[in-house]
Antibody
Framework: EVQLVQSGAEMKKAGESLKISCKGF????????IGWVRQMPGKGLECMGI????????IYSPSFQGHVTIAADKSSNTAYLQWSSLRASDSAMYYC????????????WGQGTLLTVSS | QSVLTQPASVSGSPGQSITISCTGS?????????VSWYQQHPGKAPKLLIY???YRPSGVSNRFSGSKSGNTASLTISGLQAEDEADYYC????????????FGGGTRLTVL
C-alpha cells in the first residue's frame, strides 16, 4: 500500500531538540517531493518546506527558514523535520505530504505528528 | 494571513448544494489551472478532493466538483450529507512563491 507513516506524538520542553520522521511505503521514495505542513491548533495549513529525496534539494518557507531543518535518508525512505531548540509556539500538528512536481497537488499525506511543547 | 481567501464558514441542510469560494490573484489562482481542494475531518489528515481545478482523484464522490472564473476558484458539494461536515482548504500553484504553493485559510462546513 502506498502510504506515508509518521512518527508518534511528542511532548517536549522549550529549548529541547527534536526530530520527527515520515517514512514512505509502496512507491519510489526518491521520485517525489516531500513537504512538511504545519497546522496550529484551530488554524489552517502552512507549508514549511519541501525536499526532493533523490538529491536532497531543500527549499524552506521564509517563515520557517533558520528554525527548522528538513532532511531525507534515501536508504531508509524517510524524511525528517528537525528542531534544535523548540519553542512553546511550535506546538502544532505536523503533516508530511507527497507531490510529483511543483504544479501537482499534495496527493498523499501522512497521518500527522502532534507536537506539544511546554514552557 | 492566508494569501488565498476563503469564507470562514458555510452551512447547508442535507440534500442541498453549497459552494465554497477561493479568491487569489492573477499570479496564482487566475494564472494557472493548478487549483486543488482538500477535505479535513477533525483529527484527521487532509485528503485531496479536487485537483487541476476540476478533476477528482479516484474514489472521490462525484458530488464534489470544482470550477474557476478569473481569480476565484470554487468547490461545490451537491446532495449534502452529514459526513461532508469538515474543513475545506483550497490551494494553488504560485510561480512567484519560493515553495510554488499557496493555501487558503480554510472553510468550516456545517451540515445543519
Amino acid at each position: 500500500e502506498v502510504q506515508l507513516v509518521q512518527s508518534g506524538a511528542e511532548m517536549k520542553k522549550a529549548g529541547e531538540s527534536l526530530k520527527i520522521s515520515c517514512k514512505g511505503f509502496g512507491y519510489s521514495f526518491t521520485m517525489y517531493w516531500i513537504g512538511w505542513v504545519r497546522q496550529m491548533p484551530g488554524k489552517g495549513l502552512e507549508c514549511m518546506g519541501i525536499i526532493y529525496p533523490r538529491d536532497s534539494q531543500t527549499i524552506y518557507s521564509p517563515s520557517f527558514q533558520g528554525h527548522v531543518t528538513i532532511a531525507a535518508d534515501k536508504s531508509s525512505n524517510t524524511a525528517y523535520l528537525q528542531w534544535s531548540s523548540l519553542r512553546a509556539s511550535d506546538s502544532a500538528m505536523y503533516y508530511c505530504a507527497r507531490r510529483d512536481t511543483a504544479m501537482d497537488p499534495w496527493r498523499l499525506w501522512g497521518q500527522g505528528t502532534l507536537l506539544t511543547v511546554s514552557s | 494571513q492566508s494569501v488565498l481567501t476563503q469564507p470562514a464558514s458555510v452551512s447547508g441542510s442535507p440534500g442541498q448544494s453549497i459552494t465554497i469560494s477561493c479568491t487569489g490573484s492573477s499570479s496564482d489562482v487566475g494564472g494557472y489551472n493548478f487549483v486543488s481542494w482538500y477535505q479535513q475531518h477533525p483529527g484527521k489528515a487532509p485528503k485531496l478532493l479536487i485537483y487541476d481545478v476540476s478533476y477528482r482523484p479516484s474514489g472521490v464522490s462525484n458530488r464534489f466538483s470544482g470550477s474557476k472564473s478569473g481569480n476565484t476558484a470554487s468547490l461545490t458539494i451537491s446532495g449534502l450529507q452529514a459526513e461532508d461536515e469538515a474543513d475545506y482548504y483550497c490551494s494553488s500553484y504560485a510561480a512567484s512563491t519560493i515553495l510554488y504553493v499557496l493555501f487558503g485559510g480554510g472553510t468550516r462546513l456545517t451540515v445543519l
